[in-house]
């Protein structure tokens, strides 16, 4: 959308409403002046809070109503300090043969909390050596340039990034190459840490494992901020804290590690060893002439693969979401390439040459337009992350549909394989050559019909560390006939698309009790086999679409405890949901799309104590104006009242709009 159409939607969106918007480290005048266009002032007693380092900021936006955030006093900033150095102590107490150096070290924060929280985090990895501590305190010493508090917390957290062991360094370095804030996903970065070689298998565990320990342990030193976790609380997205991304920016640079780049060719030097192209579409055709030690590269806007040509030591080519229509034959010229990502672009074939890049670790072909693989993919034996996927269209803000990819003859000859998604069966072969893959862990299979099902639950058993798996029939009248399947140990996600056997879900109680994540599709379940999935006890995520055929849903006392998110979309028959005391006692999020014959609110929704947010989507008027203000009974108002955020969310002229209801 563009810029001025934007603020009209937000100014005709907010219009005669209350509301209250956060604007957090807001560094330029420009950026408040760009989003205040569209804050209209509307006599609601509305607000806008902004946070900010810089006065010129605070000057423009807040005018007389400035408040500036004093230091922390003495003793809450010994309290956080010790909170962050000592964690593993009985009540956080400082040794008393550090406690001299110790306070002299808080003495020098002069009270900033940020510089705090690094300087502690850094202690904690310390050892308890008196030198120790005192030679950390006279590293913080500030030049008569550095008289703010902005320079002192960048000459701390300066420190901490020096004294991380070198693992731990290279893999932050690394997060220099992404633009400012963006949102990095953790598979993702994992696999680029695999692929440049800082990370190596312990004893029975996985190079990826082994770096999501790397990426918590960066998390843990406040060196990576957590955007997003899923269900479980693992790290789903992460981001690099501005001020550490200049840090780091900077000291890539100076040691020729890596380089965001977003200007001139002639700014760069040709030692540089990875490169990120931010803007500037187009500009790295001239770069490969001046860059003959590159080894990663990562295109944030450009559609050119000119560099190919030049740079035959490449390691990582990351192209997520470049204008790319296609991929030159050159690319099989890349011997040393681990990782290969065109993840969300227009390219609709791989190059048959894709067969010569031997030490291939990673593809990445999610949402492009390939409908099949060139036969060389099944040379490619160091292959690890097997990911493609054809995008069709978007079905709602959530789900996207997409279609799998055809693939050769042969795929049982990569043995190292521990993603496969989402490939399609073509024969019985198919089927009969993932029983090979016993290093699987995340499985995608889409195109299943009856006759395939006996074999492919054969093949699934054999995959001892499988931990998730899709499986999608070909036609609305395939049967996944998968009740004789003994699930893998470690399975904890489990997503099946189409016609279940019947009385399957009743094994699933004793059989899948490990479960964390389920997803069915299609799946038209009676009320008796819609009962035995209330009895999965670890069950964190349930999603639901077309999934059940009955006109009531009760979800009975005691069941699904531990359930956090419940996603139902698609219920065309379903007009009445109950909720029993103690059911769903940890429920976080409930979700409800296009069940257009569910007019009522859900008997018992005030039962569910912890229930953060209540969205609907495409969902009947009826439904809408009961959840409403104007339109709520006061019982109805007594129910929901403990419902943090009640959303509505429809389309007009092709946008996704959202209406408060709460």
């Known amino acids: 959308m563009e810029y001025r159409n934007l603020v009209e939607a937000?100014?005709?969106?907010?219009?005669?409403?209350?509301?209250?918007?956060?604007?957090?480290?807001?560094?330029?005048?420009?950026i408040w002046t760009d989003i205040s266009y569209a804050l209209i002032a509307n006599s609601c007693r509305s607000r806008i809070v902004i946070t900010t380092r810089m006065q010129e900021v605070a000057s423009v936006a807040g005018g007389s109503r400035v408040m500036r955030v004093d230091p922390l006093p003495e003793e809450m900033a010994w309290a956080l300090f010790c909170k962050k150095a000592f964690p593993r102590e009985e009540g956080s107490v400082c040794p008393p043969a550090?406690?001299?150096?110790?306070?002299?070290?808080?003495?020098?924060?002069?009270?900033?909390?940020?510089?705090?929280?690094?300087?502690?985090?850094?202690l904690s990895y310390?050892?308890?050596?008196?030198s120790t501590w005192k030679s950390m305190h006279d590293g913080l010493t500030w030049s008569t340039t550095e008289h703010t508090g902005l320079h002192r917390v960048s000459r701390i957290l300066s420190l901490s990034i020096r004294h991380l062991p070198y693992h731990l360094r290279n893999c932050l370095l690394y997060c220099s190459l992404f633009p400012d804030g963006y949102l990095i996903g953790r598979n993702r970065l994992i696999r680029l840490w695999v692929a440049e070689g800082f990370?190596?298998?312990?004893?029975?565990?996985?190079?990826?494992?082994?770096?999501?320990?790397?990426?918590?342990?960066?998390?843990?030193?406040?060196?990576?901020?957590?955007?997003?976790?899923?269900?479980?609380?693992?790290?789903?997205?992460?981001?690099?804290?501005?001020?550490?991304?200049?840090?780091?920016?900077?000291?890539?640079?100076?040691?020729?590690?890596?380089?965001?780049y977003d200007g001139e060719p002639e700014d760069l030097s040709d030692r540089i060893r990875r490169l990120s192209l931010l803007q500037g579409a187009g500009a790295d055709e001239r770069l490969s002439e001046k860059m003959p030690l590159l080894r990663s590269f990562l295109a944030f806007s450009s559609s050119s693969t000119s560099l190919l040509s030049k740079c035959r030591l490449i390691r990582v080519l990351d192209l997520y979401t470049a204008p790319l229509e296609s991929l030159p034959d050159e690319i099989g010229h890349l011997f040393d390439l681990r990782y290969l990502s065109i993840r969300r672009t227009n390219v609709r074939h791989l190059p048959k040459t894709l067969g010569s890049l031997q030490k291939l670790e990673t593809l990445d072909a999610v949402y492009t337009h390939i409908e099949e693989l060139p036969s060389g993919v099944t040379r490619l034996e160091s292959l690890r992350h097997l990911m493609v996927k054809k995008?069709?269209?978007?079905?709602?803000?959530?789900?996207?549909?997409?279609?799998?990819?055809?693939?050769?003859?042969?795929?049982?000859?990569?043995?190292?394989?521990?993603?496969?998604?989402?490939?399609?069966?073509?024969?019985?072969?198919?089927?009969?050559?993932?029983?090979?893959?016993?290093?699987?862990?995340?499985l995608d299979i889409r195109g299943v019909r009856t006759i395939h099902s006996k074999l492919l639950s054969a093949s699934i058993s054999k995959m001892d560390r499988l931990v998730r798996l899709v499986v999608m029939a070909r036609h609305k009248d395939d049967t996944l006939l998968l009740g004789n399947l003994t699930p893998p140990p470690r399975l904890r996600k489990l997503s099946l698309y189409g016609?279940?056997?019947?009385?399957m879900t009743s094994r699933w109680p004793d059989s899948l009790r490990a479960l964390t994540h389920l997803v069915l599709k299609m799946s038209r379940l009676k009320a008796d086999s819609l009962s035995s999935l209330m009895e999965l006890p670890n069950l964190v995520s349930l999603f639901l679409m077309q999934a059940y055929d009955g006109t009531e849903l009760c979800f009975r006392a005691g069941r699904l405890r531990k359930l956090k998110s419940l996603w139902l979309y698609d219920m065309i028959h379903l007009s009445r949901m109950e909720v029993e005391e103690n059911a769903l006692e940890s429920l976080r999020e409930l979700r409800l799309v296009r069940c257009g014959k569910l007019k009522t609110i859900p008997v018992g929704i005030e039962y569910?104590?912890?229930?953060?947010?209540?969205?609907?989507?495409?969902?009947?008027?009826?439904?809408?104006?009961?959840?409403?203000?104007?339109?709520?009974?006061?019982?109805?108002?007594?129910?929901?009242?403990?419902?943090?955020?009640?959303?509505?969310?429809?389309?007009?002229?092709?946008?996704?709009?959202?209406?408060?209801?709460s």
């Open 608 to 661: 569910l104590g912890r229930l953060q947010k209540l969205e609907l989507e495409s969902m009947p008027i009826e439904l809408v104006e009961k959840l409403q203000g104007g339109g709520q009974t006061e019982d109805d108002r007594m129910r929901l009242q403990h419902i943090p955020v009640i959303e509505n969310w429809f389309q007009r002229d092709g946008c996704w709009m959202e209406e408060r209801l």
């Open 499 to 503: 016609n279940l056997e019947k009385g």
């Open 199 to 260: 990370v190596k298998e312990r004893r029975e565990r996985s190079m990826e494992e082994v770096a999501e320990d790397y990426l918590n342990q960066l998390v843990g030193r406040c060196l990576l901020q957590v955007t997003h976790r899923n269900e479980s609380g693992r790290v789903r997205f992460c981001r690099v804290h501005d001020l550490i991304r200049e840090l780091i920016v900077a000291r890539s640079r100076e040691e020729h590690f890596a380089e965001a």
């Open 126 to 130: 310390r050892d308890r050596a008196e």
């Open 98 to 122: 550090l406690e001299h150096w110790a306070r002299r070290i808080v003495d020098k924060c002069e009270g900033l909390p940020l510089a705090i929280v690094a300087i502690g985090i850094l």
């Open 10 to 30: 937000l100014r005709s969106h907010l219009d005669r409403q209350r509301y209250l918007i956060v604007l957090d480290d807001v560094w330029q005048v420009s």
């Open 391 to 442: 995008f069709h269209r978007q079905t709602s803000r959530y789900t996207v549909l997409s279609g799998g990819v055809v693939v050769p003859g042969g795929m049982d000859k990569l043995r190292g394989l521990q993603t496969m998604k989402a490939v399609v069966v073509g024969d019985e072969t198919t089927v009969r050559h993932l029983r090979r893959l016993t290093q699987m862990k995340s």
